[in-house]
Each structure stands twice: as structure tokens, then as C-alpha cells.
């Protein structure tokens, strides 16, 4: 780009307030760019280069067993979040469940994420574009793929896979949105 080109474009930035575009601020996707015609959902490759972190949880089971469980979404989501209230349309949320590992060291019993268990990802849908597709409803699309086949989409029927452990975030659209304080944060 020539000196006068780029001082133009710097001039009118400057002028209208806009910000200028660069791709750390831009996804590279909306999230029905992750669904073919029929409603099948495939796992952003680039989400934790291209991804804001929304945050961490770690739950502990039964058995005193911990994991981590990190949620991502595209640049935007928290920002429009916080503006509306709500997911946007076409938001990508892509949960990312960890095994961890454990020692005593001088900070006390630190747990850190090693590898990785399962990829649940969700896709905001406020025109309920696949009636018939059993992986689609309640305002979102979901798909689970587990670490063996990282790229093989594994669930059958939202209701059965995953509805049920997002029952008690049903008055937040479904999603636990206290766990993630970007939400909440300006």
C-alpha cells in the first residue's frame, strides 16, 4: 500500500472513529460457517489461536476427581453479551474438557489441565434452522467430540447427550454463564 493510500485510510479511522480491522480482533467465521446443509456441526481447528477464553471451571465428581473445563468463543461474544443480555446469533461457545493432574508444591495442592477429554461445542440459533435435525433445539446447536476422534462429531439427540447436565442453566439459554465473568466484566 502506497504512503498516501495508507494515510487516507488512516485519516478516515481516524475521522469517522472507527477502529481498524486486524485479524486478532476479527473471527475468521461466524459459527453456521461450521454446518453443512444438513445441520451436521464440525469443531473449529482454530479456536484457541482465534478464540476469547470466557473461562474455567473445575468441577470434581464422586470420586474426588477433578477436571478442567475451559469455554471459548469468538472475539465479539462477550462484548455483545454484555450489551444485550444475550448470545448473538451464530455465537460459537466451544467447551473444552481436560483431565488434570496434581502436586503439593509451595502454593499449596496445584491442579493444572493435561490432556484432553471430550469438545462440546454449541452454536447460538435464534431462527430454528434444522427442525429435523435431533442435534438442534432449544435455541442452540450441539455436538460432542471426544478426544479418540477428535474430528468425528459424536452425539445423537441433544435431549439425550447434553440437554441434561444443562438443566439447571435453562433460565440462562442454557449455558452457565456465572462461571464466566468476561461476561459480566467492562
Known amino acids: ?8 485510510v488512516l485519516a478516515l479511522v481516524f475521522l469517522t472513529g472507527q477502529q481498524p480491522i486486524n485479524s486478532q ?3 475468521s467465521h461466524n459459527g453456521f460457517d461450521l454446518v453443512d446443509k444438513t445441520g451436521n456441526i464440525r469443531k473449529p481447528a482454530d479456536f484457541r489461536d482465534l478464540y476469547q477464553a470466557l473461562g474455567v471451571y473445575t468441577p470434581v465428581d464422586l470420586n474426588n476427581n ?3 473445563h475451559y469455554t471459548y468463543a469468538p472475539p ?3 462484548e455483545y453479551y454484555r450489551k444485550n443480555g444475550k448470545f448473538a446469533d451464530g455465537t460459537v461457545l466451544v467447551k473444552e474438557v481436560f483431565a488434570t493432574d496434581h502436586a503439593q508444591l509451595t502454593t499449596g495442592d496445584a491442579h493444572w489441565a493435561t490432556g484432553t477429554k471430550v469438545w462440546f461445542v454449541m452454536i447460538k440459533d435464534d431462527k430454528g434452522r434444522y427442525p429435523g435435525n435431533p442435534l438442534w433445539g432449544d435455541g442452540w ?5 471426544k478426544s479418540d476422534a477428535p474430528d468425528k462429531q459424536v452425539a445423537t439427540n441433544y435431549k439425550k447427550d447434553c440437554l441434561g447436565c444443562h438443566v439447571p442453566a435453562q433460565s440462562t439459554d442454557w449455558v452457565y454463564v456465572q462461571g ?6 467492562k
Open 141 to 145: 446447536g450441539w455436538a460432542l467430540f
Open 66 to 68: 477433578t477436571e478442567m
Open 25 to 27: 480482533s476479527v473471527s
Open 180 to 185: 464466566y465473568p468476561v461476561l459480566k466484566s
Open 1 to 8: 500500500m502506497s504512503i498516501r493510500i495508507a494515510s487516507l
Open 76 to 78: 465479539g461474544t462477550a
